[in-house]
């Protein structure tokens, strides 16, 4: 920028502080728009970000959120423009910014829907990766679990998930633990991220202090399911799944949102013909009629390996059963398999 256009942004800033003392909130934001409009046609990218930034704390401070939801939306389409949901110290800086909004969570997720939306490309079709990792910290951070969970599945990062992951199961009970890691490894699954899933699944194993058996079989029925299930991905065999799935029915049907995401990892994976509609019996139903599909094809559970780590000779550790009292409540809904798409 030309000395003469610094002098003159210099003095609107000056102006800017000026009318903000003085209580005139929409002369100061007027005055943010011109200044970002001269930036922006000077690609002086930088500089516009810098002064948003700056400017929103501002407005925060004074409680004026009309302004400060308009510039974080501009923020967002700067960060489009020049491409930068992939700069860290820019992102961090739009989360500390978000942070301090939880009490307008409607507008604030309005912002953060279209961010996701606009740092997508045609290699990136769920969002920029490190966006997801910074709103995943800032759900964390708020205890906001469950959708702290979604951000990390599409972060890219399926080590850090299943760290976070070890978090969240300590907020359940310890016969929980397996489901945890059965919810992330299906979700993984679903948005056809094989390898991730592996990765996650091995680090979540090798690292949760309450899974004491650290090689198939496990402990807990879940796990040797993902376990095996990731084994016959790559063949693709539709006897196999169905063997696999009837085995593990009791155990699959502890959790509604696994009906989901077994669904589309029978279709994705191995063929399997799912009717349109389930009937009556909900996802349950599905379930029913995937274990259903086991007898019509007439498929015998012969394989030892399975039967050595069934559940009809395990059952899920039931270490907390008295103590309902001291597991943290989460009021998120569940991650559904419609949500990863």
Known sequence: MPPTAKGAAQRLKTKFNTHIESGNFYEAHQLCNTLLFRYTNSENYDEALDLITSSTHVF????IYHSTFDLLNQ???LLEKSGQFSNNERVMEFKATLSRLSSHEDERLAVINSAIKKSKSPKMTRGNPNLHYHLA???EEEFQLQKARYHYIFSNDPKKCALFCIKLSHAG???EVALFATQAVLQYLVIVEVEYAKTFLEVYIQCHPKIVTKLAPFDYPLLNFCYFLLIHIPEGKIDNYL???STYEKSLKRDKSFAPCLEKIGANYFG????KKTGSGGLMGLLDSLFDNMSEGDVKL???EY???SEDNQEEPDLDSNQDSKRVKMSEPRIEASDLD
């Open 60 to 63: 925060i401070d004074h409680k």
């Open 75 to 77: 923020y967002v389409n």
């Open 272 to 275: 399997l013909a799912v009717p």
């Open 243 to 245: 063997r696999l799935t």
């Open 137 to 139: 910290k800032l759900y």
């Open 173 to 175: 009970l310890a016969s």
């Open 307 to 309: 039967l050595s780590a």
């Open 302 to 304: 012969d394989n030892e």
